[in-house]
């Protein structure tokens, strides 16, 4: 069987390194499910669009992406959207509806309990 390895990025290590000793910590496991969701192999990582987070959230919410946020579509809604990258545009639209675009590091010195945040996949 293949071992599973970390990412090569060194920036990527990083925040799968924060993420697992906030998990341990602060005992949530939101921060768990995020750094082995940022442990798959870059091929399969995870790109979402503005549309659908503005499909999925409510305003105010708080959601966080394992991977990179494009900018297709529009965001009508107040939403902190968390995640490794995000595309320029993306962080224009984000900002222009009124809400945040944050680093998950960030994210988890903001709310290190984990409360009230939505994993897009």
């Known amino acids: 069987m293949v071992k599973r390895t970390l990412p090569t ?4 290590r990083r925040i799968v390194k924060i993420l697992r000793k906030a998990s341990r910590a602060h005992n949530a496991e939101i921060w768990r ?11 399969r990582r995870i790109t979402t669009n503005l549309s659908k987070i503005d499909k999925l959230t409510n305003e105010g919410d708080c959601v966080a992406v394992a991977g990179k946020v494009l900018g297709f ?17 993306a962080k224009a639209k984000i900002t222009q509806s009124g809400g945040r675009a944050l680093s998950l590091d960030v994210l988890v010195k903001l709310n290190p309990r984990g409360r009230n945040i939505k994993i897009l996949r």
Do not use: H, W, Y
């Not at 990025?9 to 990527?12: A, I, L, Q, V």
């Not at 499910?33 to 091929?43: D, F, G």
């Not at 579509?73 to 545009?89: M, R, Y």
């Open 33 to 43: 499910a995020l750094s082995e969701a940022l442990c798959i192999p870059t091929r």
């Open 9 to 12: 990025n060194p920036r990527t």
């Open 73 to 89: 579509g529009n965001l009508s809604k107040k939403v902190d959207v968390a995640a490794l990258s995000f595309s320029q545009t």
